[in-house]
């Protein structure tokens, strides 16, 4: 499995607004380098090796096509707004941008806050979480392979998967990881979080990846009961021991 260049997400979206693309047969937007390449049609930059006249990838498209991840058509999407008749407003799920980065670095450390358990959080110091949350963000994205659904209200983001790809330890087979995944409260039993979660597996079968990892605090029963009821199962147990004395 070829994997694309490390932070090719950092580097190239102005060409493509998705954080790398998947290598197609009669053309694509995988780089060859990280190195950004003078481009004859669309602004400053554009993929290495990318033809004239490219069959680009579904998520290579300008945004507002909607083409490529499943469940982003205005007719297929999510909607809230409950009472039938109602205003309905689509929730859309997409590849995060560049223009997404600043507040994923936000939710990075809100949700580190928010799954920490009552006994860490008591002693935790807010500066550090947010720079942990900060920098394993930027790590995941920055990775080959490493990339972030975001749900998305209207242009407003309101939640979001971070995935990244790493060996496994016994067979360094390639193996997903689903490092992260944040809804705003108001946005939370609508169904957006399994958008999210198909989303990610689409991706990571177009890889050719099989194996998909969570991590999920012991702390956090209805984190584990979502994870379980798609389809995750219980793989080990992180235990702790504090020292005294």
């Known amino acids: 499995m070829r994997l694309p260049p490390p932070s090719w997400g950092l580097l190239h979206l102005m060409d493509c607004p ?14 060859a380098s990280a190195t950004p390449v003078p481009g004859p049609s669309r602004g400053p930059t554009r993929c290495p090796g990318h033809p004239a006249r490219p069959r680009r990838p579904a998520w290579c498209e300008p945004p507002g ?13 999510t909607y809230r707004g409950g009472k039938k008749g109602g205003n309905r407003i689509v929730v859309e ?6 223009n997404d980065l ?15 358990n009552p006994t860490d959080r008591a002693v935790a110091r807010p500066e550090v979480v947010q720079a942990n ?22 242009g407003r983001p309101v939640g979001f998967l971070l995935i990244g790809i790493r060996p496994d330890d016994r067979t360094g087979e390639w193996q997903g990881y689903m490092a992260d995944i944040y809804l705003l409260p108001e946005y939370r039993g609508k169904g957006i ?23 999920v605090h012991a702390t956090n029963p ?7 009821a798609r389809g995750f199962r219980v793989w080990g147990v992180m235990m702790e021991k504090l020292l005294t004395g």
């Not at 979080?193 to 991590?215: C, D, F, P, S, V």
């Not at 209805?222 to 379980?228: M, V, Y």
Request: glycine residues 12%; contains cysteine.
């Open 93 to 98: 799920v997409r590849f995060w941008r560049l």
């Open 193 to 215: 979080a399994k958008r999210l979660h198909e989303a990610g597996e689409w991706y990571l079968r177009q890889l050719g990846i099989r194996r998909i990892t969570n991590w």
């Open 133 to 154: 949350a900060h920098r394993n963000l930027l790590a995941t994205l920055a990775s080959p392979g490493g990339t972030a659904f975001v749900a998305d209200d209207g």
């Open 65 to 77: 096509t909607h083409a490529g991840v499943p469940g982003t058509s205005r007719t297929g999407a």
């Open 102 to 116: 600043p507040w994923l670095l936000h939710m990075a450390a809100v949700t580190d806050w928010e799954i920490m």
């Open 222 to 228: 209805l984190g584990q009961k979502a994870s379980q």
């Open 18 to 31: 998705r954080p790398w693309s998947l290598p197609r047969a009669g053309g694509g937007c995988l780089a």
